[in-house]
């Protein structure tokens, strides 16, 4: 997720880091490395001068030249720079109260991710404790209705749909009448898209817009289309309107141009970006944690969300004890890659830990070393995985036929879980080992 931009920024800190005055030419060079930064992004010129312009200003004031550490103090006024470019703060949907029908209408090109997003985002609602109605309004792309309805099905939630209807008008103004006789208090609603702009799919977007009358008018943009998603989604707010801004694929947008340019150009918030594929990977946009990423500098905040909806309160408790006793099993190192696959893959979490980033090289994490890991454990009994002491020579040549490796590899997956559980000892009784590894991390 925007490693390119982040590497470059990365580097542009590097260079002013550990010196004892930042002259007026270090600032002028170092903004001019982050001009061609945004630029290489894909960020909107206009949106790049300004940027430049106001970081100049700031970054050549009194305060900052004569800062204790200039260099921090720089880093910190690009840092303000960039949340201001991604909208400041977080901005919620905003829904009527749950004894009343809020209606969401859901917009933009085809093959942006509507449809997908709309499940994805009735499934976070209804975790909100919403009552959801998805409406198959998409009635130009073959097999949108049939792709909401599968979609629907995964997160459970209804789908409202009318086969013989072929006018999108007429099949919400259903919908919102099944909504309300139904006590639904959420509805969202999936709109057709085009290849292009074009004035049909405007008129007919704009004459669902008066019927749903909806609090909220959604503008759904692949995040890797760049100035293009920009220009877009003005295009739309011009026309129809919107309130807010979905950004899918961000989990692959190396670049940022969009999530960069968006708020500027356009005057409206991102509301949530889709990083995955799975019906719960939608999450909500943090500009100062996505600045924090872009610097290089973690987002421990999105880090600790994604451990808590994953990893239960009593089994993390039982978790910590068994690290502090040393019964810490290969059985629970099993479970641990499960968790660790719900929060998401090694290096998305590498990169929310302040410090991980050009410490650690996605060289270093061999996700592939885990599988087979996974599947040398899995080759042994409910009996060994609980007491790997038992596990002599030829358990282990058994396990290692079983889970197609080598014996030599058995032996290092069981030397380096026992070192494993002694460090977990380690850190869990020593407050001042565990403040340590914290610095070490930059936390």
Request: charged content about 30%; aromatic content about 4%; overall charge positive.
């Amino acid at each position: 997720m925007l490693e390119r931009i982040s590497d470059k920024f990365s580097d542009i800190f590097r260079q002013l880091s550990g010196k004892a005055t930042i002259s007026e030419k270090n600032i002028q060079d170092a903004v001019e490395e982050i001009k061609v930064a945004l630029l290489e992004a894909d960020v909107n010129l206009r949106v790049v001068r300004r940027f430049v312009n106001r970081t100049i200003e700031e970054a050549k004031g009194e305060a900052v030249l004569k800062a204790v550490n200039p260099g921090q103090q720089f880093v910190k006024i690009v840092n303000d720079k960039i949340v201001q470019l991604l909208g400041d703060e977080h901005q919620d949907l905003e829904l009527k109260g749950p004894d009343a029908l809020s209606s969401i209408l859901m917009m933009g090109l085809q093959g942006s991710g509507k449809t997908t997003t709309s499940a994805k985002l009735g499934l976070r609602l209804k975790k909100e404790g919403r009552r959801v109605l998805l409406v198959a309004a998409d009635l130009v792309r073959p097999a949108a209705v049939d792709q909401l309805k599968v979609l629907g099905k995964q997160v459970d939630l209804e789908v409202f749909s009318l086969e013989k209807e072929k006018d999108p008008v007429k099949l919400v103004g259903e919908a919102k009448k099944y909504a309300i006789k139904s006590s639904f208090n959420t509805m969202i609603v999936d709109t057709s898209g085009r290849l292009h702009l074009d004035e049909e799919m405007m008129k007919q977007i704009v004459d669902i817009k008066r019927v749903l009358d909806p609090q909220e008018q959604l503008f759904v943009a692949d995040s890797m289309t760049g100035q293009e998603a920009v220009t877009i989604a003005k295009s739309f707010d011009e026309q129809v309107g919107i309130s807010g801004v979905v950004l899918t694929k961000f989990d692959s947008d190396t670049r940022g141009g969009a999530a960069l340019s968006l708020k500027s150009v356009t005057g409206k918030p991102i509301k949530y970006v889709g990083v995955g594929e799975k019906p719960e990977d939608l999450d909500p946009f943090y500009p100062e944690r996505i600045a924090s990423r872009i610097l290089g500098m973690g987002d421990v905040v999105s880090l600790v969300e994604k451990a808590q909806e994953t990893i239960d309160l009593e089994e993390a408790a039982a978790l910590q004890e068994k690290m502090i006793s040393a019964t810490f099993t290969l059985e629970d190192y099993l479970e641990s890659f499960a968790r660790m696959r719900k929060m998401g893959s090694v290096q998305s979490l590498l990169e929310m830990i302040p410090g991980a980033k050009g410490a650690i090289s996605e060289d270093d994490i061999d996700e592939k070393e885990m599988k087979k890991e996974e599947a040398i454990i899995l080759s042994m009994t409910i009996v060994e995985r609980r007491n790997h002491r038992i596990i002599g020579p030829s358990r282990r040549k058994r396990i290692a036929k079983g889970s197609g490796s080598s014996v030599a590899e058995v032996n290092r997956l069981i030397k380096r879980f026992e070192k494993m559980r002694l460090m977990m000892k380690k850190v869990s009784k020593n407050k001042k080992y565990q403040a340590k590894l914290m610095q070490n991390l930059g936390v």
